[in-house]
């Protein structure tokens, strides 16, 4: 079921809808049992997800929601290894979850009671239901750049002689070589032809190890390149971009292009050995529903993975537009491939972290 590119488009939404619409998708559902433990990621991301998703699951579903944050799909190998599985689902991302499917990390999902019949194509596996479509994109501080001499591209992110500045960039390889390999020249079209080889990795990496001297941070969370944007650390980052969404929000001086964006997905899964399995497929289940999915760009900018959330009247078309989803945006970018993830992410994430550490 895994897929390395999709497609889809927005409908045209009305606004006005009110809230009753999607209460009424609640009504008469008998309430479940149990609890589940959520991890994911901190910040405004796990706080948007806990408004849009989790506590209105709680309530249509009776089952009990806690949280907590964790380092990824690292620290459930090492849950999984040591027979101690603390989660029953976890968000990641989604080249992360096709890596940790193949070292059989995961229990296989059951869509015979999570319905992705709406669901856009390419968005779900057989163990990562889509919870929500971002995009890894490019970021600069207005204060350093105004909007006529603002970066349009990975060269010019990478060129620090013609944009001068301090950079950020993330600390591990999942959506770091694909910016590196484009800011070498290589065109979107045929990025993951060249990164499909220790050939192609090694120039990645080379190219971000000529950069290194002005990468004053590599980040390690959402919040983290947020945070730096809003203190002004740096003046050029990778990152999400609903992150820098809600930054602005906050006062950071920041804006972003989806030109040359990687456009991916966060997905839910559930960890092989996981204490509340059933349960956790019922809730998955329930925050699969589009009136749930419908909730989250209110709180961030991302989109909804279950295309029905665009057509019952919670997003509006001026928020539809700025959604790494929508058509006019989605065209810019390159679509992540799992296939890649799933192949080279552990060989590449350890001649990423030799670079590093050098």
Request: proline share 4%; hydrophobic share 40%.
């Amino acid at each position: 079921m895994m897929k390395s590119t999709w497609k889809f488009t927005t409908n045209t939404v009305t606004a006005g809808a009110t809230a009753l619409a999607a209460l009424g998708a609640y009504a008469g559902v008998a309430l479940a049992e149990g609890s589940v433990t959520i991890a994911s990621w901190g910040g405004s991301y796990q706080e948007a997800q806990d408004k849009a998703l989790f506590q209105p699951g709680a309530k249509s579903t009776g089952i009990e929601v806690k949280q907590e944050t964790y380092g990824g799909m690292s620290d459930v190998r090492l849950k999984v290894q040591a027979g101690a599985v603390p989660w029953d689902i976890v968000s990641s991302g989604s080249g992360s979850a096709a890596r940790a499917a193949e070292e059989g990390l995961l229990e296989k999902l059951d869509y015979n009671v999570i319905d992705v019949s709406t669901f856009y194509p390419g968005l779900y596996t057989d163990t990562c239901v889509g919870s929500d479509v971002f995009s890894t994109v490019m970021a600069w501080n207005t204060n350093t750049y105004s909007d006529d001499k603002a970066p349009k591209s990975w060269a010019d992110f990478f060129d620090a002689d013609k944009f001068p500045g301090k950079r950020a960039y993330r600390n591990k390889v999942s959506g770091a070589l694909e910016p590196a390999i484009m800011g070498d020249g290589v065109a979107p079209a045929d990025v993951y032809k060249v990164l499909d080889s220790e050939e192609g990795i090694n120039r990645a990496i080379e190219r971000i190890r000529q950069l290194k001297p002005h990468i004053a941070v590599f980040w390690k969370s959402g919040a983290q390149h947020a945070q730096l944007m809003k203190d002004g650390e740096v003046d050029m980052t990778t990152g999400w971009n609903g992150r820098f969404d809600n930054a602005a929000k906050d006062g950071a001086k920041v804006k972003y292009t989806f030109n040359q964006g990687l456009l991916d997905y966060d997905c839910f899964a559930i960890p092989k050995g996981a204490p509340n399995k059933d349960t956790a497929m019922k809730f998955l289940a329930e925050i699969s529903k589009a009136e749930l999915q419908a909730n989250l760009p209110l709180h961030i900018t991302y989109g909804p993975s279950n295309k029905k959330a665009y057509e019952i009247g919670q997003i509006d078309e001026e928020l539809a537009r700025k959604m790494p989803s929508h058509p006019d945006n989605a065209a810019m970018q390159v679509p992540v491939s799992l296939e890649w993830y799933a192949k080279w992410e552990q060989k590449a994430s350890a001649m990423y972290q030799d670079m590093l550490t050098e």
